[in-house]
């Protein structure tokens, strides 16, 4: 089945004057052929087809038609545009070739002139020898200026061949240039990809690197930390077993203690009775409730002493202090005697035997010696 | 102020003046001979002893180990560089200078027996490593019972430090080795060794690792003694912190041959600013003790400053620490401010002057 084009765009066109177009600020139209559209319709659906895998369906293939033929729509257009703008610069060409060839032809004319009046004057008997010089000069000018225009001419032509020649060598610059382009951008894009890549991945080293860094520190600080505990652990288990050896006495002494404690309850006990019994019996002497209360103090003050006493020979014992911890010139030699007593004695793998330290010579002190003898006589 | 313990801690020139037996003897060359003289230093141990050619021999070791991995190939490697090293509790351990070489090697810090002039309290096992180093530079007794003077610091003036246990400790560590100990506060050491030709009147100050010693000494007896519990380890502490570096790099920064007065890179700035700030902060301690010390002798002229000490060392020293001089009204007049001789042997020199004299 054919469609009949040009009816079918003039069923769906409307019609318009040039006038009205041009109150709508329309004042260039472009024209299309009817053949050419129906062209267009043709290589669009070949080209549906020929792309296809299979049988299509239709909405598919109109809407893939209409897309190519719009697609051949701008391609026609876009080379009718270079098509009319060669021809422009050929017209203009023509124009200038026509001109030239005008101005050509006017100088020519003019230089028959001259040589027919050239000649007519050679046959005139009487010569006016000043007058023909003056014309063999202008006729020389005149045949200069025709040769300098016929050079200028073909020039021209050169020139006109040359800017035919320009251009298309500037066509094919242009899509180069394009083509340069496109591949720049895709450049650029990659290499953008690639610089934000490499940042994170600088990033990401940094971070990690800053991380070891702090496990490093929390190491050391761990380290550090576990040295000060086995010190603290050391001092303690020493504490303990200080504690433990004079466990037994300990016990006795706590014993004792709370044989007191429980002494001293009954006394209060007894005392709080005795002075219930004092209340009531209001009428009994005072001087036996004075004598009661002077034998509770006695006894108090006895359990107190008794008390500090023992508690201060449990701190003696149990290490706390006492000897070890003195600040007289005694106990300071004998905390130094005790720190030395086992450390020099062992025997010390070592090379100190074989090295040298660092010795120098240097002035000798017998001045000093014999000023500071005169100064003790003085 | 001035320091003493039971160790017989005496004025050496109280020997000296009431002793014309040990005068007399001094002229033999056995006497001569006898004593030695130990610097304890928190940075370095020095002993000087004297020799036969009418000089001193000076040994010295750096107060400082480090411990390394224990296996047969770093000890026969050690033993093959002649780099001093003990085992001890199943750890080998590298003693003096080496230690401090590997511990910039290997980016460490170097353990230290000594912190603030005196015994490390968190540093109670080292005691065998001192013993070692000074075993190694002190040398046996030449005759039992020889007298070693041994520096001890003064009181400190800006710390609880107590400087009776410290001075016992290496009293009975040199009783241990044989020898007679008597201490003697380092910086009346220095006006023993540096000014003599003054009639040993002055200011002395060792400026050492762990603290700054000042003694103010008329006739050779001390007037007034004290210390600060600053000293090349706090300006190896600041720098390490403001560069964000292991103190022993800024240890080593601080003893390269570095100009304190005209300082090149940012490390040396740093080094310089806080030198300046430690002779600020150490004179105008003096100063202050001077103006609150009742017992101060008149000095009938002006008198010398002579400072000692490892850390006095760098060059340009002496000109910033007369540089901060001149911002202070001191109350003494001062003749002339100089560095000893050899900054490093003065309170080794200065205890073996007070040990000749004793023998």
Same mark, same amino acid.
């Given at each position: 089945?054919?469609?009949?084009?040009?009816?079918?765009?003039?069923?769906?066109?409307?019609?318009?004057?040039?006038?009205?177009?041009? #109150?709508?600020?329309?004042?260039?139209?472009?024209?299309?052929?009817?053949? %050419?559209?129906?062209?267009?319709?043709?290589?669009?659906?070949?080209?549906?087809?020929?792309?296809?895998?299979?049988?299509?369906?239709?909405?598919?293939?109109?809407?893939?038609?209409?897309?190519? +033929?719009? &697609?051949?729509?701008?391609?026609?257009?876009?080379?009718?545009?270079?098509?009319?703008?060669?021809?422009?610069?050929?017209?203009?060409? #023509?124009?200038?070739?026509?001109?030239?060839?005008?101005?050509?032809?006017?100088?020519?004319?003019?230089?028959?002139?001259?040589?027919?009046?050239?000649?007519?004057?050679?046959?005139?008997?009487?010569?006016?020898?000043?007058?023909?010089?003056?014309?063999?000069?202008?006729?020389?000018?005149?045949?200069?200026?025709?040769?300098?225009? %016929?050079?200028?001419?073909?020039?021209?032509?050169?020139?006109?061949?040359?800017?035919?020649?320009?251009?298309?060598?500037?066509?094919?610059?242009?899509?180069?240039?394009?083509?340069?382009?496109?591949?720049?951008?895709?450049?650029?894009?990659?290499?953008?990809?690639?610089?934000?890549?490499?940042?994170?991945?600088?990033? &990401?080293?940094?971070?990690?690197?800053?991380?070891?860094?702090?496990?490093?520190?929390?190491?050391?600080?761990?380290?550090?930390?576990?040295?000060?505990?086995?010190?603290?652990?050391? #001092?303690?288990?020493?504490?303990?077993?200080?504690?433990?050896?004079?466990?037994?006495?300990?016990?006795?002494?706590?014993?004792?203690?709370?044989?007191?404690?429980?002494?001293?309850?009954?006394?209060?006990?007894?005392?709080?009775?005795?002075?219930?019994?004092?209340?009531?019996?209001?009428?009994?002497?005072?001087?036996?409730?004075?004598?009661?209360?002077?034998?509770?103090?006695?006894?108090?003050?006895?359990?107190?002493?008794?008390?500090?006493? #023992?508690?201060?020979?449990?701190?003696?014992?149990?290490?706390?202090?006492?000897?070890?911890?003195?600040?007289?010139?005694?106990?300071?030699?004998?905390?130094?005697?005790?720190? +030395?007593?086992?450390?020099?004695?062992?025997?010390?793998?070592?090379?100190?035997?074989?090295?040298?330290?660092?010795?120098?010579?240097?002035?000798?002190?017998?001045?000093?010696?014999?000023?500071?003898?005169?100064?003790?006589?003085? | 102020?001035?320091?003493?313990? $039971?160790?017989?801690?005496?004025?050496?020139?109280?020997?000296?003046?009431?002793?014309?037996?040990?005068?007399?003897?001094?002229?033999?060359?056995?006497?001569?001979?006898?004593? =030695?003289?130990?610097?304890?230093?928190?940075?370095?141990?020095?002993?000087?002893?004297?020799?036969?050619?009418?000089?001193?021999?000076?040994?010295?070791?750096?107060?400082?180990?480090?411990?390394?991995?224990?296996?047969? *190939?770093?000890?026969?490697?050690?033993?093959?560089?002649?780099?001093?090293?003990?085992?001890?509790?199943?750890?080998?351990?590298?003693?003096?200078?080496?230690?401090?070489?590997?511990?910039?090697?290997?980016?460490?810090?170097?353990?230290?027996? @000594?912190?603030?002039?005196?015994?490390?309290?968190?540093?109670?096992?080292?005691?065998?490593?001192?013993?070692?180093?000074?075993?190694?530079?002190?040398?046996?007794?030449?005759?039992?019972?020889?007298?070693?003077?041994?520096?001890?610091?003064?009181?400190?003036? !800006?710390?609880?430090?107590?400087?009776?246990? *410290?001075?016992?400790?290496?009293?009975?560590?040199?009783?241990?080795?044989?020898?007679?100990?008597?201490?003697?506060?380092?910086? *009346?050491?220095?006006?023993?060794?540096?000014?003599?030709?003054?009639?040993?009147?002055?200011?002395?100050?060792?400026?050492?690792?762990?603290?700054?010693?000042?003694?103010?000494?008329?006739?050779? /007896?001390?007037?007034?003694?004290?210390?600060?519990?600053?000293?090349? !380890?706090?300006?190896? =502490?600041?720098?390490?912190?403001?560069?964000?570096?292991?103190?022993?790099?800024?240890?080593?920064?601080?003893?390269?041959?570095? $100009?304190?007065?005209?300082?090149?890179?940012?490390?040396?700035?740093?080094?310089? /600013?806080?030198?300046?700030?430690?002779?600020?902060?150490?004179?105008?301690?003096?100063?202050?003790?001077?103006?609150?010390?009742?017992? @101060?002798?008149?000095?009938?002229?002006? /008198?010398?400053?002579?400072?000692?000490?490892?850390?006095?060392?760098?060059?340009?020293?002496?000109?910033?620490?007369?540089?901060?001089?001149? =911002?202070?009204?001191?109350?003494?007049?001062?003749?002339?401010?100089?560095?000893?001789?050899?900054?490093?042997?003065?309170?080794?020199?200065?205890?073996?002057?007070?040990?000749?004299?004793?023998?």
């Amino acid at each position: 089945m054919s469609i009949d084009v040009r009816r079918a765009i003039e069923k769906n066109a409307y019609v318009t004057s040039v006038a009205d177009l041009e #109150k709508r600020g329309q004042r260039h139209v472009r024209v299309i052929k009817t053949s %050419t559209i129906r062209e267009l319709i043709d290589q669009a659906v070949e080209n549906v087809q020929r792309n296809a895998d299979g049988p299509m369906p239709k909405d598919e293939m109109v809407a893939e038609t209409g897309q190519e +033929f719009q &697609r051949l729509l701008k391609e026609k257009q876009s080379q009718q545009s270079a098509l009319e703008e060669t021809q422009t610069q050929i017209a203009h060409y #023509k124009a200038l070739i026509t001109d030239l060839n005008s101005r050509i032809e006017h100088q020519e004319n003019e230089i028959a002139s001259l040589r027919a009046q050239a000649t007519a004057a050679a046959s005139t008997p009487v010569v006016d020898e000043a007058e023909l010089a003056s014309e063999r000069k202008r006729s020389n000018a005149l045949e200069q200026e025709v040769a300098e225009k %016929t050079a200028q001419l073909s020039e021209l032509s050169a020139k006109a061949s040359r800017a035919a020649a320009l251009e298309s060598e500037l066509a094919t610059w242009r899509a180069r240039s394009e083509e340069a382009s496109a591949r720049a951008q895709k450049l650029e894009s990659e290499r953008a990809q690639h610089d934000a890549e490499t940042s994170e991945k600088v990033n &990401r080293m940094n971070e990690h690197l800053l991380r070891q860094e702090r496990d490093v520190e929390a190491a050391k600080e761990a380290v550090a930390k576990a040295d000060a505990y086995q010190s603290e652990i050391a #001092k303690l288990n020493a504490e303990i077993r200080t504690m433990r050896e004079s466990q037994p006495a300990t016990e006795s002494l706590v014993a004792e203690l709370r044989q007191m404690r429980e002494g001293m309850t009954e006394l209060q006990l007894r005392n709080r009775e005795l002075e219930m019994q004092a209340a009531q019996a209001q009428s009994a002497p005072q001087a036996d409730t004075s004598r009661l209360e002077e034998l509770l103090e006695a006894k108090m003050s006895q359990i107190s002493t008794e008390l500090s006493a #023992k508690l201060s020979n449990m701190r003696v014992a149990g290490g706390g202090g006492g000897a070890v911890g003195g600040t007289s010139p005694e106990d300071i030699k004998n905390t130094i005697a005790a720190i +030395f007593s086992h450390d020099l004695d062992g025997e010390i793998d070592s090379n100190l035997d074989d090295v040298t330290v660092k010795e120098k010579q240097s002035g000798g002190i017998a001045g000093n010696l014999a000023r500071l003898k005169n100064l003790g006589k003085k | 102020m001035s320091n003493s313990g $039971d160790h017989e801690a005496m004025n050496p020139s109280d020997s000296a003046g009431v002793s014309a037996a040990s005068t007399e003897t001094a002229s033999s060359s056995q006497a001569v001979a006898l004593g =030695k003289g130990l610097d304890v230093g928190t940075a370095n141990l020095v002993a000087a002893v004297q020799n036969d050619d009418g000089g001193i021999t000076v040994k010295m070791e750096r107060n400082a180990f480090i411990d390394i991995e224990h296996d047969v *190939h770093s000890k026969n490697l050690l033993t093959k560089l002649k780099v001093p090293y003990v085992v001890h509790n199943n750890t080998m351990v590298v003693l003096g200078d080496e230690s401090f070489q590997l511990a910039n090697i290997f980016n460490r810090t170097t353990r230290r027996p @000594m912190k603030d002039g005196l015994i490390s309290p968190s540093e109670a096992d080292a005691m065998t490593m001192v013993r070692l180093i000074i075993q190694k530079v002190l040398g046996e007794p030449q005759a039992p019972g020889e007298v070693v003077y041994f520096s001890v610091p003064g009181e400190p003036i !800006d710390s609880e430090a107590n400087v009776v246990y *410290h001075e016992g400790v290496f009293s009975g560590l040199l009783t241990k080795l044989g020898y007679e100990p008597r201490s003697m506060n380092e910086a *009346h050491a220095v006006v023993f060794a540096e000014l003599a030709d003054q009639d040993f009147t002055g200011i002395g100050i060792s400026c050492g690792g762990g603290m700054f010693n000042v003694c103010v000494a008329f006739k050779s /007896i001390p007037a007034l003694t004290f210390s600060t519990s600053r000293g090349g !380890d706090w300006i190896d =502490k600041n720098v390490s912190q403001v560069l964000g570096v292991p103190v022993s790099k800024a240890t080593f920064i601080k003893e390269q041959s570095m $100009d304190l007065m005209n300082p090149t890179n940012r490390e040396e700035e740093a080094v310089s /600013i806080y030198y300046r700030n430690l002779i600020n902060y150490t004179l105008t301690n003096i100063k202050s003790q001077f103006l609150g010390s009742s017992g @101060m002798p008149e000095f009938p002229a002006p /008198i010398d400053i002579v400072t000692s000490g490892g850390t006095s060392s760098p060059n340009g020293f002496i000109e910033l620490f007369r540089d901060e001089f001149k =911002k202070l009204d001191f109350p003494i007049k001062i003749n002339e401010i100089r560095r000893a001789d050899d900054p490093l042997t003065s309170v080794a020199k200065g205890c073996l002057v007070a040990a000749a004299i004793a023998e």
